[in-house]
């Protein structure tokens, strides 16, 4: 079961680390996304300390990805100097589908099923597939 959270570092977020066996967690590549990773990882630290033990982190996904940018080309390289294997492979590019399907009522995957945002999101999950051995 995915439970997905809201960005931000509330009540229901904390709820959901406490009853899930894994965080999968999505970054923008841009700035300010570093310092908010930094106090989700000292969240998820405090939720394994106090509550559940076998919080595990199932990886780090780079999104909104350009990486004709520099500032997507530096904090690439920051999360790969940093984290390593909790980086994972896949990532999702800046895609207009992806930004649309929402407004639609729809997953990328059904309003735009071609696109590049939604070929990635399917890579991601054979990643997460193999990754979490399932």
Known sequence: MLIDCPPSLNMLTVNA???SDSVLIPLQCEFYALEGLSALLDTVEQIKQNVNPDLAIAG??????????????EVDKQLRDYFGDMLLKTTIPRNVKVAEAPSHGLPVTQYARFSRGSQAYRVLAKEM???LAL
């Open 60 to 73: 780090i996904l780079r999104t909104m990805y350009d990486k004709r940018t520099s500032l997507t080309r």
């Open 129 to 131: 597939i193999r990754r």
């Open 17 to 19: 680390l406490t009853a």
